[in-house]
C-alpha cells in the first residue's frame, strides 16, 4: 500500500516542475512583449510629433551632443547624493529601532520633518536659506560661519537630495532589518556575538536582500529629481534643455528631447536592478 502511494505520487513532481517552467517562460514572453510595445509607442509619438506637432529634429540632432554633456552633472549629483542618502538611511534605522529615547527620538523627528516637506522647498533652504542662518549666527559672535554655509549649487543639491532620499529609505532600511527572524539573532547572541557584531555579521547581510530593490528605486527615482538641481543653475540635463529651448524659442523640442534622455537612463537602471536583484536573491529564487 505504501509502495502504491510513493508511485503515485513521482509523476506529480515533473508536472509541477513544468507548470512552473512555463510560467517562467510565460513572463520572460509577457515583459519582451511590453518591451516591444514601449519602443513601438515611442517611435509612434516621434512620428506623430514629426507630423502634427512639427517637430524641428534637424535642431534638436544639433543641439544633441550639448545636452548629453549635462549627464555627467546628472550623475555625479545623483551618486554622491544617494551615497549620502544610504548612509543617513542606516544611522536613522538603527536610531528608529534603539532603545534609546534620545536617538530614537531625533531619527522619528528627522524622518517625519523631511517626509512631511516638500523637495524643492528643501533645496531652497540649503542653497538661499542656509547663508541667512549664517548671517544669524556671525550675529551671535560666531565668525567665518556665513562663508562655510555658504554652499555652492552642486554640493547645496547634493545635501538636498541626499537628506531628503535618506529618510524615505530610512523606513525601508529599518523595515528589511525588521523582516529578519528573530532566531537569527538568538542564534548569533547563543555564538557569544555582541549586538554590533549580530548586526554586522548576520542582521544586515540578509536584509539586504529585501532593501536592495527598493533602494535602486529611489535611484531611479532620483535621477529624475536630480533636475531640480538646474533651479540653482547647475548645468545638468534639464538646465541645459531649458537654456538651449528659450534662447532660440524651441522649448517643445528641447524638453521632449531631455524627457526621451531620462527615459532612456531609467530604463538602462531598471535592467541593472534587475541583474542586481538576481544576483542577491541567488538561492532564494527559480531565475
Known sequence: MGVDREEALVPEIPEEAERVLAQIEGEKRRYRRNLIISFGVLISMMAAGLVILRLDFSFMIKWLPFIL????????????????????????????????PVLNSIATSYVSLIRGTPLLVQVYMWYLALPQIGRALEDLGIEGIQAFLTLPAIPAGILALGVCYGAYMTETVRAGIQSIKLGQTEAAKALGMTKMQTMKRVI????????????????????????????????????????????????????????????????????????????MARGDRRV
Not at 538646465?239 to 522649448?251: C, E, N, P, T
Not at 531620462?262 to 535592467?271: A, D, K, S
Request: hydrophobic share 55%; aromatic share 10%.
Open 204 to 279: 544586515f547581510p540578509q536584509a539586504l536582500r529585501v532593501i536592495i530593490p527598493p533602494v535602486s528605486n529611489e535611484f531611479i527615482a532620483m535621477i529624475k529629481d536630480s533636475s531640480l538641481v538646474s533651479l540653482m543653475g547647475v548645468w545638468e540635463l534639464s538646465y541645459r534643455a531649458v537654456k538651449i529651448g528659450r534662447r532660440h524659442f524651441q522649448s517643445l523640442e528641447m524638453l521632449i528631447m531631455v524627457a526621451c534622455i531620462y527615459w532612456v537612463l531609467c530604463v538602462i537602471l531598471q535592467f541593472v536592478q534587475e541583474r542586481i536583484e538576481k544576483h
Open 69 to 100: 554633456t549635462g549627464i555627467g552633472y546628472t550623475f555625479l549629483v545623483s551618486f554622491l547624493a544617494i551615497t549620502l542618502a544610504c548612509v543617513l538611511a542606516v544611522i536613522g534605522a538603527l536610531g528608529r529601532l534603539s532603545a534609546n
